[in-house]
T-cell receptor, first 116, second 111 residues
Framework: EAGVAQSPRYKIIEKRQSVAFWCNPI?????LYWYQQILGQGPKLLIQFQNNGVVDDSQLPKDRFSAERLKGVDSTLKIQPAKLEDSAVYLCASSLDPAGADYEQYFGPGTRLTVT | GQSLEQPSEVTAVEGAIVQINCTYQTSGFYGLSWYQQHDGGAPTFLSY????GLEETGRFSSFLSRSDSYGYLLLQELQMKDSASYFCAMYSGGGADGLTFGKGTHLIIQP
């Protein structure tokens, strides 16, 4: 079974530029999450999709971050304009059934963003 | 608000047993998960506790006490490959099931 795919793996941009990240979850997984992990900290949830609808985006900085999940499969996360404090690893995760017995989330390898 | 506290670093010897503690604060609680993350890698799921008690999976066990807002991860027969960061994370519910993570415990295994 293929895991969660993300691209690009690394991205370096200057502040005020825009950037987009792509995620392809595990086939059949209805729920998709985007997390931001700053160096030395735990992942922080940015947004959660159930199929192609948003369940929780309470921690998404909506003035600069946006995300979409078309057709309930792939997802993109965009930052425009980027700030220095956006430097982090952006992790995508998916889960089969949010009400499942084990609540396991499967994480992709992440995109490491450096804003200079 | 929601928060989890865990030690920033723990050192143990190969072959030994180590316990990583986690305390949490939240207005709503559904369960506690543990994830392992090697440097530069993705977090991988280790365990989930929704009810009080001990869950065992091979060399790893996880414990939860809802009344004490406390849990721990127990790693036995430590191997060098267990050197990694370990995160406790909780589900607070409220119609969503994204995880709230602690800051992580860096486990150092010495030969």
């Amino acid at each position: 079974e293929a895991g969660v795919a993300q691209s690009p793996r690394y991205k370096i941009i200057e502040k005020r530029q825009s950037v987009a990240f792509w995620c392809n979850p595990i086939s059949g997984h209805a729920t998709l999450y985007w997390y931001q992990q700053i160096l030395g900290q735990g992942p922080k949830l940015l947004i959660q999709f159930q199929n192609n609808g948003v369940v929780d985006d309470s921690q998404l900085p909506k003035d600069r971050f946006s995300a979409e999940r078309l057709k309930g499969v792939d997802s993109t996360l965009k930052i425009q304009p980027a700030k220095l404090e956006d430097s982090a690893v952006y992790l995508c995760a998916s889960s089969l059934d949010p009400a499942g017995a084990d609540y396991e989330q499967y994480f992709g390898p992440g995109t490491r963003l450096t804003v200079t | 608000g929601q928060s989890l506290e865990q030690p920033s670093e723990v050192t143990a010897v190969e072959g030994a047993i180590v316990q990583i503690n986690c305390t949490y604060q939240t207005s709503g609680f559904y369960g506690l998960s543990w994830y392992q993350q090697h440097d530069g890698g993705a977090p991988t799921f280790l365990s989930y506790n929704a009810l009080d008690g001990l869950e065992e999976t091979g060399r790893f066990s996880s414990f939860l006490s809802r009344s004490d807002s406390y849990g721990y991860l127990l790693l036995q027969e430590l191997q060098m490959k267990d050197s990694a960061s370990y995160f406790c994370a909780m589900y607070s519910g409220g119609g969503a099931d994204g995880l709230t993570f602690g800051k992580g415990t860096h486990l150092i295994i010495q030969p």
